[in-house]
């Protein structure tokens, strides 16, 4: 069974920096995509950033481009999520996800494979 499991989510103030991790057992499938989503609530589940499975490509939305970083180590079967500059109103519940594919979705019902989530709070 695949296992997605996330860490390094808390409480940090506006402007600080949170980095997630995402250590997921290996798929028997390849190439994968991977996602990291999030949802605040009484929202949907939204598409925070990409990355292709060498990591050559990523992508990003436009509300978290340029302060987020996504990254990473197939050798580890980890995914990162350095977050920089938070607001506020980046407080949700991050979760990483698996996509069988090659090119990077948007769409939630695309991936495959699901973490638990992990908290991230920012305040002002």
């Known amino acids: 069974q695949v296992q997605l499991v996330e860490s390094g989510g808390g409480l940090v103030q506006a402007g600080g920096s949170l980095r997630l991790s995402c250590t997921y057992s290996?798929?028997?499938?390849?190439?994968?995509?991977m996602g990291w989503f999030r949802q605040a609530p009484g929202k949907e589940r939204e598409f925070v950033a990409g990355i292709t499975w060498s990591g050559s490509r990523t992508d990003y939305a436009d509300s978290v481009k340029g302060r987020f970083i996504i990254s990473r180590d197939n050798a580890k079967n980890s995914v990162y999520l350095q977050m920089n500059s938070l607001k506020p109103e980046d407080t949700a519940v991050y979760y990483c996800?698996?996509?069988?594919?090659?090119?990077?979705?948007?769409?939630?019902?695309?991936?495959?494979?699901w973490g638990q989530g992990t908290q991230v709070t920012v305040s002002s």
């Open positions: 996800a698996a996509d069988v594919s090659v090119v990077i979705r948007r769409i939630a019902s695309a991936y495959d494979y």
């Open positions: 290996r798929l028997i499938v390849t190439p994968y995509a």
